[in-house]
């Protein structure tokens, strides 16, 4: 008999275990969705846990609010000034999704954060960035920026310090940007190159609630020796220049001389205006020794 009671427990404890092995495959063979929705639900109740526990800390801050009444009356209203906003962190989230002010804005001081964001446009100025052009001169150039928030709450959660990102952004963007022109091209062609800073920063700021509103080059420094340089390479070049110059003229006044011997070569009364000319120019000069030029035919029809 005791060997047929533990034969009946044997099998009810196999029964038991595969009942139990039954179901934990049926839980693992449901299929993902299934899980998925389990999973949202639990996710929804500790979204609910934490929506109560959020809601139940403003009620008692404005409780205290009450309670302290009127001395809270002295904090929980904050003075925005026209050309700034407010972006309101409620319990770590922005409050209704919009930035406040200006004037007087209501917040609770136990679950509130508040952000001031100035609106006005900021003057930036790059310090002098050393880089190297694409023919591999160096050059330092220092540029101004002129950039505003268009939007507080991106420029709150989209990046961690928007001045000092922009600031950064506006260095290693002016050095990339003088990397892709030669020296030459740098210094001729100064509104191209802070257009394309420009547009490289505009594109990028956008993510962070930022305009970018102007960039401007301030100014172009070279080493002392490339100055020189290019001093003398410019010298050189404006003398030769000039030389050409002269060199044209002298043509130029040899065709006119050649011009003006045939026409006189071929009317001999030009010769005698010519004289007459000459005479009424030394007379203008009050000299005490006059000169007559005679041609070489006047003087074989004296002596002949």
């Known amino acids: 008999m005791e060997k047929g009671k533990l034969n009946i427990k044997a099998s009810q404890e196999t029964k038991t275990k595969q009942d ?29 846990k934490d929506n109560f526990i959020e809601k139940l800390l403003v009620v008692i801050s404005i409780i205290f609010a009450i309670l302290l ?29 919009q930035p406040f002010g200006p004037g007087l804005v209501f917040y609770l001081p136990c679950v509130d954060a508040v952000h001031f964001i100035d609106l006005r446009t900021v003057c930036y100025e790059v ?60 210094l001729a062609s100064r509104p191209d190159v802070s257009q394309q800073v420009f547009n490289l920063m505009k594109n990028i700021t956008v993510a962070w609630g930022i305009k970018i509103v102007r960039v401007e080059i301030k100014d172009i420094s070279l080493p002392l020796q490339l100055q020189k340089a290019m001093a003398a390479e410019a010298e050189s070049t404006r003398l030769a220049n000039a030389k050409i110059i002269v060199a044209k003229s002298e043509i130029e006044a040899t065709k006119s001389l050649q011009l003006a011997t045939d026409i006189l070569m071929d009317n001999p009364m030009c010769m005698q205006l010519r004289y007459l000319q000459s005479l009424n120019m030394i007379a203008g000069e009050k000299t005490h020794t ?14 002949s």
């Open 20 to 48: 139990s092995s039954k179901s934990h495959s049926q839980i693992n063979m449901l299929p993902e969705d299934t899980n998925n929705n389990i999973r949202s639900v639990q996710h929804n109740i500790t979204k609910e």
């Open 69 to 97: 009444f009127p001395l809270s009356l002295l904090v929980i209203f904050l003075v925005v000034r026209q050309f700034e906003k407010a972006v309101i962190l409620r319990n770590g989230k922005i409050h209704k999704n």
């Open 127 to 186: 310090p002098h960035q050393d880089a190297l052009t694409k023919d591999s001169l160096t050059v330092s150039v220092d540029a101004v920026v002129f950039y505003k928030i268009v939007d507080p709450v991106l420029a709150v959660i989209g990046v961690t310090d928007y001045k000092v990102s922009t600031h950064f952004l506006a260095a290693t963007t002016l050095r990339n940007a003088l990397g892709t022109r030669k020296l030459a091209e740098l």
């Open 290 to 303: 006059i000169v007559f030029p005679f041609s070489v035919d006047v003087i074989n029809k004296i002596t």
